[in-house]
Each structure stands twice: as structure tokens, then as C-alpha cells.
């Protein structure tokens, strides 16, 4: 019998001994981090652990070792806040989880920790089954799919059920998805990049899509907010909880349920979506790996937890090491600090990038290789502390991390029920360095039907 791989590993505390701090100008870090930036992250070790500098006149400081990483996203709260572009994004995102601060973030996670207890995962893991098995019921037999596209539209399916208990129609469904692509143009353009704050009003093409996706998700976004409200109906879903919540301030009012739910619908999906969507691109060229994923589902209940899909879990894992969709972490210090021996004025941007930390062979043997097995051989590999980030560290990590999981394991385990796949490209589009890590095409995958969903 085939030994189980472990599911969960161990990092290890970082050592603070020998960090290389070096400075490097503004001219070269920029054209570095603007000509190619995912390369230019990739390559951050070789110039040395932490990275000073300056980008557009401001302060920054680039961290390639895992020890600041850590300490910086474990001290969190009273020190570090987001960065100034995130802030940026408050357009979208309003004040919700992603970019509230200080005793507002506190509240509204209070608030929302019931929404990700353990009570509720029974039911997001049936609608996650269940949207699987609809979503596959209209995959060809035999043909080609994009699957960047098709996982944004099952795990936007599935965020919309989990989060509103709703369904949403595939033009609200293409809306969503074109509104999202238009935020994260923006963020990318170099409008959305500049140093100050672009008036939204100004008539330029980007900024002019900007404002038509906010207000295509804002109109989305309410409606089903409103029949949620209007019905008199019990939920499980997270919108429900989000209008029933109360602690001693009341409850939550109409704008912030509404920043939640951007924040959620965005969060819900995107990050899944991509890790899915990179990973079904590696499985694609690496027969040996899919037909390990075949045996476990195939050896597996389909209402199995996704605790019963070690190797599936590990795929996920490998998928969001190697293709990290939050490529780099940014905060600023609301004080003067010191940080890996390093004096950091008030305002200084510190960047740690996930895409760096997860690519660097002194963490991860054979960085640039998809091996799901590192994170379920009999010793699975233990990064230190702060080495691998796919949810961030510290108080700050990502509220839906496990839900995450959840949806990724039994999504992945469902297509791979249904469907067997070949990817038809050599290589990956090129990736858009926005609110998220996105390719720019297509991921072509040729599919054909192995058996039913059942």
C-alpha cells in the first residue's frame, strides 16, 4: 500500500545571522522592476538580502530573505500598514478587510470569524462539489478550453453562492470577470503606477474603463445584496452572516457590507482561480504527475474531505509556490524603524516578494521545477519562517486561506474526475504584474471526458 503524503509541513523560526544589505540606485531598480519586473524579482538574491533604494522618490527597501519578511508581517498592527498603491485601490475595494487599519481591521475581523468557522465548511464543500459537477457537465467530450477563463467562471460561480447564496447569470457572471480585468489594466498601466493619485475624472481610455468597472460591480454587487436583504430566508452564506452580524458598535452599515463583498467576490475567486489555472497548465505537460492525481481521486469518494487528497493539496501548494498570484507583498511604517539592521524613516515602502522568496534555491531545491512531492515526500521540505507566503504571515494572513484550500483541492479533484487534459502550449503567456500575477492569453488546454461527475 502507498504511503499517504502528509498534508501540512513545519517551517522553521529564520536565522537573523549574515542578511547582505546593499543599496542600489533608483534609475537601476526601477528600470530593473518596470522592464521585466518578474525576472527583475526572481533575480533580487543575487544583489543581496535586503535592498535599498528608492522607487518614484520614495524610500524603499527590497527584501529577499525570509527573516525582515517575517518580522516585518508578524509585527503587523502599530508598526506596518498597507502601501500606498494598495491604498489606491480603495476605489474598489472601499474600506473592507484588504485595507482597513488599526481598530476598524480589528472590528470587521471579529466580526467576520464566524463566517470561516468550521461549522460552516460542511456547506461550502457541498456547493463547491456540486457547482463542479455543473460546471464539468458543460466541458466538451473532446475539444479545447481556456483555463484561465473556465476556472475564473467556476470559482466566481462558487464565490457567488458561498458569499450571497445566490446564482449569478453568466452576463453578471462576464461582467464581474471584465471588471475585475479593467481594475487590475489600471493598476498595471502606467497611469495606475504613478506616485501621486491620477483624478478619476480625467478622460483618458484606462482611467475611463476604471470608472465603468467599479461601476459595473457596484451595480452587480447591489442587486444581489438587495434580494438578500429583501429575503426572509435563512443562510449559510457569508452575505447573511455579514447582515446578521452585531457586536457592541451595532452592526455593519450598508457601505461596509458592500466593501466586504467587493473584497470577497475579488478574494473569493482570483486567487484560486489562478492557482487552478497554473496548476492545470503543469499537470498538462507532466503525464506522470496527472496520473498520480488520477489514482487519488479515482481510489477516493467523491464527498471525501479535502483532507483525503494529500497529493492533490500538494499540487495546489507547488501551484502557488511556483506561481505565487500575490507576487509581492508591499507595506509602509507609520513610524521610524530598524528592520534587519536597516533605519527606516516614516513612509519607507518595503516590499516582500513571494515571487522572490518562492524561487529561491537556498529555500526550495530545484526552485524553477513544478514538484508537488517536495510538500509530501516522506520529509517534506521545511522553508524557513517568511519563506513561503502564499496567504501572507502574521495577523494580516488571509482570512480565507483554508476556504481557499477547500475550494482548490475539491475543484481540482472534481475536473480531474471528470475530465483528462493536455496543455498546448510550450509556455505560459506573459504574466501581467497587477493586483494579481495573471497571464495576458489563454492557457489552451486540450480536455476529453474520462467518466461522469458523480
Not at 522553521?12 to 531598480?29: F, M, Q
Not at 527573516?67 to 516585518?72: N, S
Amino acid at each position: 500500500m502507498t504511503a499517504r503524503c502528509p498534508v501540512s509541513h513545519v517551517a522553521t523560526e529564520p536565522s537573523n545571522a549574515g542578511l547582505r544589505v546593499v543599496r542600489r540606485s533608483a534609475l537601476r531598480t526601477g528600470l530593473a522592476i518596470f522592464g521585466d519586473p518578474f525576472r527583475a524579482l526572481e533575480t533580487l538574491p543575487a544583489h543581496g538580502d535586503v535592498i535599498v533604494t528608492s522607487l518614484f522618490g520614495q524610500p524603499t527597501v527590497l527584501l529577499a530573505h525570509p527573516t525582515p519578511v517575517a518580522e516585518m508581517l508578524r509585527e503587523g498592527r502599530g508598526t506596518w500598514i498597507k502601501d500606498r498603491l494598495s491604498r489606491r485601490t480603495a476605489d474598489v475595494f472601499g474600506r473592507g478587510l484588504l485595507l482597513s487599519e488599526g481598530e476598524e481591521w480589528r472590528r470587521q475581523r471579529r466580526l467576520l470569524n464566524p463566517g470561516f468557522a468550521n461549522a460552516r465548511f460542511d456547506a461550502y464543500a457541498h456547493t463547491m462539489r456540486a457547482r463542479t459537477a455543473a460546471a464539468m457537465a458543460k466541458w466538451p467530450v473532446h475539444g479545447t478550453l481556456d483555463a484561465a477563463a473556465e476556472m475564473a467562471r467556476l470559482t466566481l460561480d462558487v464565490a457567488v453562492r458561498t458569499l450571497f447564496g445566490a446564482d449569478i447569470a453568466d452576463r453578471d457572471a462576464h461582467r464581474v470577470a471584465e471588471a475585475f480585468a479593467a481594475v487590475s489594466d489600471f493598476v498595471a498601466s502606467p497611469i495606475g503606477m504613478l506616485p501621486i493619485d491620477v483624478p478619476r475624472w480625467l478622460p483618458l481610455p484606462v482611467v475611463r474603463r476604471h470608472r465603468r468597472a467599479i461601476a459595473e460591480l457596484d451595480a452587480v454587487v447591489g442587486a444581489l445584496i438587495r434580494a438578500r436583504r429583501g429575503s426572509n430566508a435563512p443562510g449559510e452564506d457569508l452575505l447573511a452572516m455579514l447582515l446578521a452580524a452585531r457586536d457592541e458598535t451595532g452592526g455593519l452599515s450598508d457601505a461596509e457590507v458592500r466593501d466586504q463583498a467587493v473584497t470577497f467576490l475579488l478574494a473569493g475567486h482570483e486567487t484560486t482561480a489562478l492557482g487552478l489555472t497554473f496548476a492545470l497548465f503543469e499537470l498538462g505537460r507532466r503525464p506522470d504527475l496527472k496520473a498520480r492525481l488520477f489514482a487519488e481521486t479515482d481510489a477516493t469518494p467523491a464527498d471525501a474531505g479535502h483532507e483525503a487528497f494529500p497529493f492533490a493539496t500538494a499540487v495546489f501548494e507547488e501551484s502557488l509556490r511556483l506561481y505565487p498570484p500575490a507576487f509581492a507583498l508591499s507595506r509602509e511604517n507609520v513610524h521610524d524603524v530598524v528592520l534587519a539592521g536597516v533605519p527606516m524613516a516614516k513612509g519607507t515602502l518595503v516590499v516582500a516578494p513571494p515571487w522572490t522568496l518562492h524561487r529561491d534555491p537556498r529555500w526550495f531545491a530545484d526552485p524553477m521545477v513544478f514538484r508537488p512531492e517536495r510538500w509530501c515526500a516522506p520529509e517534506p521540505e521545511a522553508p524557513p519562517l517568511g519563506a513561503y507566503l502564499p496567504f501572507g504571515l502574521g495577523p494580516r494572513k488571509c482570512i480565507g486561506s483554508r476556504f481557499a484550500m477547500l475550494e482548490a483541492v475539491l475543484l481540482l479533484t472534481g475536473i480531474a474526475r471528470s475530465h483528462d487534459w493536455t496543455s498546448l502550449d510550450e509556455a505560459l503567456p506573459p504574466l501581467q504584474p497587477a493586483i494579481t500575477c495573471r497571464p495576458k492569453g489563454p492557457v489552451r488546454l486540450a480536455v476529453r471526458a474520462r467518466q461522469p461527475l458523480t
